[in-house]
């Protein structure tokens, strides 16, 4: 079974520049995260999806930032215009359900450098 | 404010001994534990889980322990193998938050042949 898949896994962009990331979620699994992950840090939830609705959007920067997941299967994740700080890793992970507690599958992420 | 916490950036340990990590917790909602093992340009990967009506949970060489009345859990690994040589999370989830988890800053374990 394939894992979750990222894209691209490295993007260097220049401040004020758009940025993109995809994700497309292990077959099957109803629920996505995104989570940014700073150096030395462990991840941050940014958003969370319930088939194609954003449930828990509160830690995501809604002025630069913004996610969208159609049909319920791929996701991105938008950055417009980047700032330095935004240079981090961006994983996104999966899993079945949101009865009990589900393992959550993550990707291998996306390194961002702003310069 | 960081509500799991993992004060130990780092350790070394031999091959074949037991290797002991720690994670400390603030929110009394936090009902299940995981751990995660994380590779250099990989994401993190599930390793081990303990719910707050256990306090103790056994997987292979690895063994989750909780405190609760501590907020305390560690994650012990014995014996200790080269390739577990890796940074390892610390997450805790609660009812209210549906499966959000929230990590740690990580311990980053060498174990030395």
Redesign the interface.
Known sequence: EAG?VQSP?YKIIEKKQPVAFWCNPISGHN?LYWYRQNL??????LI?YENEEA??DSQLPKDRFSAERLKGVDSTLKIQPAELGDSAVY?C?S?PG?SG?????????TRLTVL | DQQVKQNSPSLSVQEGRISILNCDYTNSMFDYFLWYKKYPAEGPTFLISISSIKDKNEDGRFTVFLNKSAKHLSLHIVPSQPGDSAVYFCAASGLTGANNLFFGTGTRLTVIP
């Not at chain 1, 030395?40 to 939830?45: A, C, H, N, T």
């Not at chain 1, 507690?101 to 992420?109: A, H, I, L, T």
């Open positions: 979750v896994r629920t030395g840090q462990g991840p941050e939830l969370r449930v828990d994983l992970a899993s949101t507690y589900n393992e959550q599958f993550f990707g291998p992420g």
